[in-house]
């Protein structure tokens, strides 16, 4: 495992090639001929263990105005994950830097932000991948940035080219934006004779012929991602980014459900959050393979409002129960997921 960051690791830094193009308005790019530098980021292993401080000086350091302040207030709303912020955090110092380099008339060499997102479900690989996608856009190095999420079913065929056609055809899609490829090893599954391997080879084809295009990020489960690469020599050297995305503490999951419910003007009991994290343990065991974290978290939350919605109507059938009473949610409408 960790074919990449130990190699990286090795050396104290984890090498990242820029080249960007840049713009005062995000726009830039069209107007100038590119520049490109040639940047050295701290490896993944550094990046955590500094992750707080680093990201601490990487907020003062940007402007408390302009493009970035929308992508870097909602990084911040995202609890824990202090690894991936610290990283786009750099990811972003390094774009500026590399701003200020081309304004300077600096050289610079091809970039390279093909990423690998490790995590188990509900961890906030694609939440992230998606900012990131705004966030390049807004730099200049992309032109749409939106998002474009794929799993093996869409890009493997039924017949000899079809993987192929499919491939590129949801690579052209991706032009401008991020291709983000879920459950990335499912390609590696059925070895040299099936077409997910013709999958991987027209993806690392796309990513020769429509360099700086866009930005492929592969992710999945560590264990099974780890694998993959492992099993795919060639692979690694071509994502220099890996980040990693840990399961949330019963603290942090709880700290998740008071955000997602004050996001839509909700609040809970603190007897409510008790049974919450009651709920959380207690799902944690029965599926310790499953456990889909925020997911997990967001789906009770759903069904709490639901629950609400029913037991408000009974309570008061004839007129509005109230502002508070609308806000509320309480113990009894947290209830178990069905399993069918
Ligand atoms: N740190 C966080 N803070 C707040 N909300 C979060 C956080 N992480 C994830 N979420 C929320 O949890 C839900 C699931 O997140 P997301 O879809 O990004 O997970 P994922 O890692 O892509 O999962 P999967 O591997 O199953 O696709 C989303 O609604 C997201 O907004
Ligand atoms: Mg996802």
Redesign the pocket.
Known sequence: MKQASADFSSCGVMALNIGARYSDSGNRAQSRPSRQINVVLRSNDGVGASAAASSDAMARSIPASGPWLEWQRELDK????DNVKALVYEIYALLQIAHFRSDAGLSSQAHVYHMIFK?N????????ARLLARLFQGMGLLTKGHLVEVERADLVGEYIGHTAQKTRDLVKKALGGVLFV?EAYSLARGGEKDFGKEAIDTLVKAMEDYKNQFVLIL?GYTMEIDFFLMTNPGLPSRFPIQME?PDYTPDQLIQ?AE??AKDREYIWLPQSLQRIRQLILQEREDSPFHF?N??FV?NMLERAIRNQAVRLLMQYPEASPGRQELMTLKPEDLTEEKRV
């Open positions: 995202m609890t824990g994950l995590g479900p509900g961890t906030g690989k694609t939440t992230v879920d992710a995305f998740i955000g997602m889909s925020a997911r967001r």
